[in-house]
């Protein structure tokens, strides 16, 4: 996942140091922080709806929308922090070009979210990872690539997979009431999308009896929000937490028409 660099310690025994497109534990965790998480009762509704017990699993969901801006002093950290991102962006791409130019300039343009070498990409990697942190305080996603992350190309095929998903384990109603109210508070048109399929070690509910997972970011530039959108099916022999569940479908009983956001056409 990285460039490996050799490096002769002082006692001329090899230390191996992975070189990686991440920053710092310590950034992550502090960009954790202003990842704010925005309260709505609409998301609360949804993450509700998206837990309940199917036939052959139980389903656990998160709808949760946070904001990437940062006002009165945190702005000034915030900035700092941006600063002290791209100098090691910058060092960490420098030297990995030195190491292996033509897989590193490879990597670069093939990143899901960009050219690596501009910070508006790495910025985006970085919100949603530390979206990841801020959502799961108790696990560490600091270890994380750029390549662990899918773009999606398409609205209407991930709101299909997803509707999909739900359908077949007997939550097929009232979708679109759903669908409405995330586009409501993000503009999904104007969205950039993600995937994120980790594997059992990166997943930090791998250990809990987990079956199958399906993670999606909304990320709006402009309104400077990402949405959080996830689903679990885990085994009922498992032990878990108790969560609270409502009738998904009862998603949109307490919008009126007008409330609404029209059908999107994607």
């Known amino acids: 996942r990285g460039i490996i660099l050799k490096r002769v310690s002082r006692e001329g025994q090899p ?17 954790s922080f202003w990842m704010k998480f925005l309260e709505i009762s609409d998301f609360e509704t949804i993450s509700r709806g998206l837990s309940f017990e199917a036939q052959d699993c139980r389903v656990s969901g998160k709808c949760e929308l946070y904001t990437t801006k940062a006002a009165g002093v945190d702005k000034k950290l915030y900035k700092q922090l941006e600063r002290h991102l791209e100098a090691r962006m910058q060092e960490t791409l420098a030297l990995a070009r030195s190491l292996s130019p033509d897989d590193t300039s ?11 070498d501009l910070i508006s990409s790495r910025r ?5 990872v530390a979206t990841l942190n801020a959502s799961h305080p108790d696990h560490d996603f600091s ?3 750029p ?3 899918r773009k ?31 586009d409501h508070h993000v503009e999904l048109l104007n969205c950039d999308i993600y995937s994120y399929y980790p ?17 999606y970011f909304f990320f709006n530039k402009h309104l400077k929000r990402v949405l959080y959108l996830s689903l679990r099916g ?5 032990t878990h937490e108790d969560e609270e569940s409502v009738d998904g479908d009862n998603w949109g009983a307490q919008y009126s028409e007008e409330d609404m956001v029209g059908v999107m056409e994607v």
């Open 15 to 31: 230390t191996f140091l992975p070189i990686h497109f991440t920053t710092s534990r310590t950034t992550i965790i502090v960009l």
């Open 106 to 116: 490879k990597n670069i343009a093939k990143s899901p979210f960009g050219p690596l």
């Open 124 to 128: 985006t990697f970085v919100y949603l």
């Open 143 to 145: 270890i994380l690539q």
């Open 147 to 149: 390549f662990d992350f």
């Open 152 to 182: 999606e190309r398409n609205l209407k095929i991930v709101m299909n997979t997803f509707n999909t998903t739900l359908f077949n384990l007997g939550r097929g109603k009232q979708l679109q009431a759903m669908w409405d109210l995330i």
């Open 199 to 215: 594997d059992g070690d990166s997943d930090p509910h791998g250990g809990d009896g987990l079956i199958w997972s399906a993670t």
């Open 234 to 238: 885990l085994s009922k022999n498992a």
